[in-house]
């Protein structure tokens, strides 16, 4: 009995066109959340309410909370 093959995997077992763009994509987006550096280093795409970064010119997590990246104690850094 042959497995479900679908639209993400041919039947050679390589993944369809679809399926190989989309995972590009996800690669991509992926390597865009960078997630520590300088202050100068901080995420200008790809941002949204509640992403992390951990700032190493402060030493300290921050937040971004759909304005402005925020420390713990809600202050703007």
Known sequence: MSSPRGAIVQEDG???REMFVWMSTQSDDVATLKS??????????GLFIGRT?????????????????KNSAGTTV
């Open 14 to 16: 390589n993944p369809t």
């Open 36 to 45: 520590s550096g300088v202050t100068g280093d901080r995420p200008i795409v």
């Open 53 to 69: 970064f951990f700032d190493t010119t402060l030493g300290i997590p921050i937040w971004y909370n759909g304005t402005n990246w």
